[in-house]
């Protein structure tokens, strides 16, 4: 099965103003009445990062300025995907007064956001550098930002599992129920959706057989305790790749990888994030 690589490809720009049309709606209502009081006049800001943090959501940050402001120049000191340290001026702009603290939180809110998501997915994957395991992310996104928070995980060094509902089956213990075995399940699978990528998820030695036998593209191990996980990988010997799911935590993510598994989906990149803290202050920088 294919998974999106880290390489960087950059967001679909359609999807991009969608998300920022939506959220700038949601803030503005009928207009900002606060930034009606202000001289509308010509005026610059800095966006400072607080905390050490991997910088994700540069799109969604100039779409949110330049849908208000057209004219807006925002000159970048970053990259897409860089590690910064704490008290780093990300970016200078140049606008018009109102329309920079108009846009100020929304845009905000998508790079606070999304830094956090590649900040913690740059962590998970620190943690198991160099044993070839992949980091995964899950379905278990914010509303509303699924591909938004993907292309962050992308930026953090992680990979992108399936996007939705419709790009990859996978079977898991319902459909394998209501199917009457898991043969059954990857028969129907294939026989309805041959052009598909097919995932079937495990929870014991016997079922791990059973789908080496049935065929798929990647098998995943549903809360294996470490010493069947162990027997999984010398099992499936690199048959099919093992994915690794269900309580995974940061702290012994390394042991699962060393076990050989070819990779770990951690929902905790997208739905356990804490914005990072971000400030836009109209003026020049401080000097340092």
């Known amino acids: 099965m294919t998974l ?3 390489t960087l490809s950059m967001p679909d720009p359609d999807q991009v103003a969608a998300d920022v049309a939506h959220a700038l709606a949601e803030d503005l209502g009928s207009g900002d009445v ?3 009081l202000l001289p509308d006049q010509a005026d610059s800001a800095y966006l400072l990062c607080k905390q050490d943090a991997v910088i994700a959501g540069r799109p969604w940050f100039d779409a949110s300025h330049r849908a208000l402001d057209p004219d807006v120049v925002i000159d970048w000191n970053v990259e897409e995907g860089q590690t ?4 780093t001026v990300l970016a200078l702009l140049h ?14 809110n998508f790079l606070q956001t999304l ?14 550098a160099g044993t070839g395991t992949r980091i995964l992310d899950t379905r278990k996104t914010l509303p509303g930002l699924r591909l938004a928070q993907k292309y962050a995980v992308r930026c953090g060094g992680g990979h992108n599992h399936r996007v939705g509902l419709y790009d990859t089956v996978m079977l898991k213990e319902n459909h394998i129920r209501a199917a009457g075995s898991l043969a059954a399940a990857v028969h129907a ?4 959706w041959p052009q598909l990528p097919l995932v079937v998820e495990v929870e014991d030695l016997d079922q791990l057989e059973q789908a080496l036998q049935a065929g798929c593209e990647r098998i995943l191990l549903d809360d294996f305790p470490a010493d069947l996980r162990r027997q999984a990988v010398a099992i499936t010997a690199g048959r ?7 309580s995974v935590g940061l702290d012994g993510l390394r042991a699962i990888a060393e076990d050989g598994v070819d990779c770990i989906s951690i929902g905790g990149l997208t739905k356990h994030v804490q914005a990072i803290d971000l400030s836009l202050k109209l003026g020049p920088p401080p000097a340092r």
């Open 4 to 6: 999106s690589r880290s």
């Open 34 to 36: 606060t930034a009606a």
């Open 84 to 87: 910064v340290s704490a008290g």
């Open 95 to 108: 606008g018009r007064s109102r329309s920079l603290v108009s846009a100020e939180r929304t845009s905000l």
């Open 115 to 128: 830094s956090a998501t590649a900040t913690t997915t740059a962590r998970h994957v620190a943690a198991v």
């Open 189 to 192: 699978a294939r026989a309805q």
């Open 240 to 246: 099919i790749p093992l994915e690794v799911s269900g």
